[in-house]
Structures are given as structure tokens and as C-alpha cells.
């Protein structure tokens, strides 16, 4: 299957600090990819749509200034949370692909 | 009524068991069926990918379709201590995004 990685695997940083997650389609490109969120034994959440070349798309509730999203090319998507907090932290996973998604890895986001 | 429904568990069978997961959906519209297995800690692992109504095969995994009832279903045969994870069921009409089940936590006992 396609392969899709995400940088950071595990970030900590204090908090009303802002940090960057990076996903990348190592074997295929990308127009669209979705950024989840998952706190401990619950579903994924999905955020947002990124979009090659134009703006996210947002989900319900998901604060489109607080999540910042960019997807400048095919095969990146970065997402950043900006003034991060505590209640921020959790893990975030990114997906990418065509009719069937393939996920990422996931990054542990810690917020002190 | 929510778009997708899963049980979510936890469902414990010895080693060797057929393993049977089960989600139900409200949306006629969906096309495309996903099962994925998620380990602790780490992102989803797509498992079986079918499209539209019917059954595919891979390995010890099975997975069924019927729009008619509006259920999909995976059968893990021969199951094994490592098949331990959370299923997660997931659906969509196409190049859109994907609406996830809550995911049912496996357990399999050796």
C-alpha cells in the first residue's frame, strides 16, 4: 500500500507556543489530505480537509486560526498549532489517498 | 441516528477463534468500505478496501458488503495473539472524506 509519514512522531513544548506537524505522500501525490485528532481509546476526529493550492476546509468547532493548515505541494501538508495549551495535547494523524486513505504514523503532542 | 454504528467492545475470543466485526450505516450513498486496525500509539492500518456491495479476501481476513442492509462485516479466521488491536470500520462516497466507526477493541486470548 502507499506509504505516508509524519514528523514529529513526538513533540513536547510548553505551552502558548506554537508547533509544526508535518505529513508527507512518499509514493504517490496528494491533492487532498485530512488531519485527525484522537485522545486515548476514542475514534479518530476528523479537523480539516487540506487542499493542494487552496485553503483548508474546516471541520465543525476546529478553530481555523488556532489549527493553521498548508498544503503548498503534492505530496506536504503541514498543520500548526499556534499559542499551544494543554488541553491541545493529544494525537494527531494525518491521512492521504484516492477512494481508500492511508494514515500516517501519528504524532504525539504534549502541551506543558 | 449516527451515519455509522460499531460496537465498540471489548470483544475477547481465544486464539484460533473466528473473529467476527460488524458495523451498520444510515447513508445509502456510500460506496466505498474500509476496515483498518489500529494499534495503541500508533495510526490506522488499512486492512481491506472494497468497493460497492459483495466479499474480498486477503489472507485470514474476509470482508463483506451488503447495501441492502446497509452492513459491513470482517471475519479474521485462525486469529492470533497479534491480531489484537482496535477495528475500525470507515465509508465514503468517494473522493471525499471518510466517516469512521468508534472502533471495536479486540482482544485475543492465548
Known amino acids: 500500500g502507499a506509504v505516508v509519514s509524519q514528523h514529529p512522531s513526538r513533540v513536547i513544548c510548553k505551552s502558548g507556543t506554537s508547533v509544526k506537524i508535518e505529513c508527507r505522500s512518499l509514493?504517490?501525490?496528494?491533492?487532498?489530505m485530512f488531519w485527525y485528532r484522537q485522545f486515548p481509546k476514542q475514534s479518530l476526529m476528523l479537523m480539516a480537509t487540506s487542499n493542494e493550492g487552496s485553503k483548508a476546509t474546516y471541520e465543525q468547532g476546529v478553530e481555523k486560526d488556532k489549527f493553521l493548515i498548508n498544503h503548498a505541494s503534492l505530496t506536504l501538508s503541514t498543520l500548526t498549532v499556534t499559542s499551544a495549551h494543554p488541553e491541545d495535547s493529544s494525537f494527531y494523524i494525518c491521512?492521504?489517498?484516492?477512494?481508500?486513505?492511508?494514515f500516517g504514523p501519528g504524532t504525539r503532542l504534549t502541551v506543558t | 441516528q449516527k451515519e455509522v454504528e460499531q460496537d465498540p467492545g471489548p470483544l475477547s475470543v481465544p486464539e484460533g477463534a473466528i473473529v467476527s466485526l460488524n458495523c451498520t450505516y444510515s447513508n445509502s450513498a456510500f460506496q466505498y468500505f474500509m476496515w483498518y486496525r489500529q494499534y495503541s500509539r500508533k495510526g490506522p492500518e488499512l486492512l481491506m478496501y472494497t468497493y460497492s456491495s459483495g466479499n474480498k479476501e486477503d489472507g485470514r481476513f474476509t470482508a463483506q458488503v451488503d447495501k441492502s442492509s446497509k452492513y459491513i462485516s470482517l471475519f479474521i479466521r485462525d486469529s492470533q495473539p497479534s491480531d489484537s488491536a482496535t477495528y475500525l470500520c470507515?465509508?465514503?462516497?468517494?473522493?471525499?472524506?471518510?466517516?469512521f466507526g468508534k472502533g471495536t477493541r479486540l482482544h485475543i486470548l492465548p
Open positions: 491521512s492521504a489517498g484516492t477512494y481508500e486513505q492511508y
Open positions: 470507515a465509508m465514503s462516497q468517494g473522493n471525499d472524506k471518510i466517516i
Open positions: 509514493d504517490f501525490q496528494a491533492t487532498t
